[in-house]
């Protein structure tokens, strides 16, 4: 006889138990701006509330929860906080969490087209969709040469442009015989620090990256990237890579796409366009401008997850050229072999990223876009766009700050004239205060605040109340 | 005045479709057993269905729910059933997804301490724990010298294992001037693809990857890996890293591990120890003598999201040393800089993986662990291992099919005496009819059938219908 014991949760106690996680998740947006938006605990103050070793026996949902409210939500900084204008956000939505939870139950693991027809044919159709909603060109589409993959983040998203540039650029010899030292890569100084992770990764090596000079905009100087590369060239080295970005993470600055690609084409490098949150803009006519060269890139991505209310996560990575990617991403063992892959009728997109396994990614994606409808989305983003350029009018006529970046979009770098040790100061007094979160950079050695405005709930008020709070901070700390 | 057009769902709307999303995944586990395992559609079918556009305007969640069930739904393989046996599996639980939902809902982005200190120092705790349910060397907890972290794969987890080896043996010198072609690894003939894979991106190159022999039980021979060391290393090559497996993909082969270790000790090259499904049996007393060894070893990778009841993805990488895989992946861009980093006291998790960002993943952990307990984890884990042994008894008492392997947990490999085009005809007819789904490997040429035992609600009475499956629909084929 079959021994009965049954530890796993009941359906009913999964009912019960869920409802109320949707009632806790509701209550919380709802009073999410009553928590201090950083948190302000102190480095091990979360970890000595915890045991130091597993239960032995099972505790019940009501004890969980309780130290969730107790232990964690203090350690919790507050990403969906109207009130977060740090970094870049990683905003979310009802649709998203509600596609995010339906991907979580169906518990579908998409490696291959097979293990779930529908993860990667409704992944297709969505990035299709967004390829639409972009207007990117045509060869971004899986209906012509190229297409795309739902991957985690701009970081994958980047190592794995700059592999398959690797192997278009070696006939696809580094897969085989490794790198051999030669290879050099192209971004510009205020280019996300991913980029110089990935060019490690795979085995380039940080001295055969060229970090090219800005100009006052801190875009990339083309002169510098064409001088750089006839100069590697004279040396005997091969060009292969250079990363344009539009918007880049401490400044937003955006580079001369149309620029850098012409010169990418006249040497054949690959051209990577990163625009991890700025890229959502150019669903808006009145922001796709932004993108405008994008039709001599080889690949392209931008994050929902950032700034179209797609909880993380989820990047969407476009390639011009499927064919590359696949070519240097493609493993198939036997397990894995099936008909569907034989035939060739079929996207297999555990060979467009760096993983094997993969969530159903695309359904939050769906929910979000078919919830909202492209006019809800570009009604948002635009809204996001028109109060950072307020609070940069309220910036640019303030006798005490100055704006030290030109503000293109949803990002405002400003400083007070006070100079960094106040601006440093008045950073850390606020954030400390917590009715609000924003981050620093550095531009030309000086210490800059940011305030980026994307998270899903901020509006006019929580900007308006942002600037008071940093005026009145900044006349207290004078005083 | 603000336009105050709002287009996010209401609080109100978001409880009503929560808890409808909630009984929808009910009913589905419900109702699980009623769907074709594997889905049965053809390739495009679920594309035709989907809108060549994106919607203009917003669509209701009635109408999005209606699609899921109309068109999403016949596209699912559905991993969840208690008869999915194909692969590894996938498994999920009640805990996991309410855990994983409150991830989603909390919308926290732990790529540093600061971002959400719960988010790092619970990972860190429950990941001691695992440590501690696993009897791992103390060299792998936090408290130590060591640590671990959760990554999205094997592969990944692979990736970071190779690239701090690289990065040990030369010193950091790939990360600064790329490779140089001269490092070798080795893996067996059995070990993951995902290894290969990861040189390929690694810049080391598959021809500087050894595939080492295997004995009969298909397990790495420690001879042949000892004589290829050698070999290298008189011809001026420099190796540095081994994987050893604990249950292979193909049929669950399990390498030597002390002997495996002694070798890396001795030609000091990095060990890591890949344990994606099976590392899991370990929290089993019974079976914790798989992992003796692995106080020799430099990482250590298993998938709670494969057979622990978390839903994916969810890798747990631990590693003996933290600071050399924080040296090689670690960056520090102006913009991440932070109070807590510079201190020293805390983790920043993104220089312990590939990306930057990440989501709440210890949250489904802990529910997990917590909710049944280890006691409970245990059970069912066992439970799995005496139910694929039975089949294993059975295979081997029938005059019909053979035991292709041995079958030391969860998985049995077997085939009908009839060879391989009668054995690739059962699987398909079987998996075409939907009661079932299992999948094939070829062992020394042969095609053979893989019955893999650990979807959270498998049972006896599962197993042993497909069995009678399997003997009826041979008997139906030969006839």
Known sequence: MENIKNYHMSSEEFRKQGKQM?????DYYENVEKYPVLSQVKPGEITEQLPLNAPEVSESMDQIMTDVNAII?????????????????????????LGDLLSSGLGVQGMIWATSPACTELETR????????LQLPEQFKS?????????????????????????????YQVNESGCSGNLVAYISSQTHSSLEKAIKIAGIGKNNLRLIGVDEKLAMRVDLLESAIENDLQNGLIPFFVCATVGSTSTNAIDPLIEIGNICRKYDLWMHIDAAMSG????????????DGIELADSFSFNPHKWMFTNFDCNCFFVAD?????????????YLKNQATESGAV????????QLGR????LKLWFVIRHYGVSGLRYHISEHVRIAQEFAEWVRTSADFDLVAPAPLNLVCFAHKNGNDFNRKLLETINAEGTMYFTHTVVNGNYVLRMCIGQTNTKEEHVRQAWETIQETAKKLES
């Not at 949707?22 to 509701?26: G, P, S, Y």
């Not at 739902?150 to 006939?171: C, M």
């Not at 669903?283 to 993108?291: G, T, V």
């Not at 969530?359 to 695309?362: G, L, P, V």
């Open 322 to 334: 499927r064919s590359v990617l696949i070519k240097t991403l493609s493993i198939l063992p036997e």
């Open 347 to 354: 996207i297999d997109y555990r060979d467009w990223h760096i």
């Open 280 to 291: 959502t803009a150019a669903i808006c006519p009145e922001y796709r401008h932004f993108l």
């Open 73 to 97: 939500m203090p350690g919790i900084t507050h990403w969906q906080s109207p009130n977060f204008f740090a970094f870049f956000p990683s905003n979310s939505s009802g649709p998203s969490v």
């Open 22 to 26: 949707i009632d806790w998740i509701a």
């Open 143 to 171: 209906t012509s040469t190229g297409g795309a993959v739902i991957q985690d983040t701009a970081s994958s998203a980047a190592l794995s442009a700059i592999l398959a540039a690797r192997e278009k650029k070696t006939n």
């Open 359 to 362: 969530r159903f990614r695309s």
């Open 126 to 133: 969505v990035l299709d969709w967004l390829a639409g909603m």
